[in-house]
């Protein structure tokens, strides 16, 4: 853990966001992508789910537009104005061939050179176990990354007009245990924290604190977490594959 992280490649423009569900980018990336797209970088997020079973006290058919209103609004305080889902269900996504298959149709569609998800390991820094529905969107997002250049995979997205595109070039893993890089990001920071405190509904039935505190002290946590490791700058950590 003391070795120094190296920054983030920044010789792309275009990357796609992919993770299970709406807030899974606030609670920490957003800061990263708020100083991209400040740079002119072009980021799209791709939910595989509404979010619909994540309020115990809101019905699943109130809770899906409730946090899809949220997940809009929270990225574009970020400036990200694409958000796409995916509607698999919340709690139960499946790991597998129908969801790679997805998120490969959506790196084809977009095109990215980097793409972006969430830890898809068992546990969360050893301490907290991980959601299963985290670690299938990991995971599958690992290998779609793959599974979008191959055009004997998948074979059926060439007759819908999605030609493979094997120009992604990394796949950053945000959350995870075992970061080897990071970006600075103290411009993007308050931007962070108005997005994910755009997540009003679930905040409320997460925490009795005010949902602008929450998140304040959350995303500024995040972003001190891995100072010793990166010239004492506020960042955004990322376990980077490269392909």
Known sequence: MADDLSPMPDDWQRALAVVAHPDDLEYGAAAAIATWTDAGREIVYLLATRGEAGIDGMPPEEA????????RAGAEVVGVSTVEFLDHRDGVIEYGTALRRDIAAAIRRHRPELVITLNHRDTWFGVAWNTP?????????????????????????????????N?????????????????EVSAGVDRAVASLAEHRAYITALSDDDPDEYARTFVEQAVSANKARFGDRQSVAFELFGR
């Open 64 to 71: 899906a537009p409730v946090r899809e209103r949220e997940q």
């Open 133 to 165: 529905d985290h670690v299938a969107v990991g995971r599958a997002t690992l290998d779609a990354a793959g599974d979008a250049g191959n055009r004997w995979i998948f074979t059926d997205l060439v007759d819908e007009g999605l030609a493979p595109w």
């Open 167 to 183: 120009g992604v070039r990394w796949v950053a893993v945000a959350g995870s245990e075992r970061p080897t890089h990071a970006v």
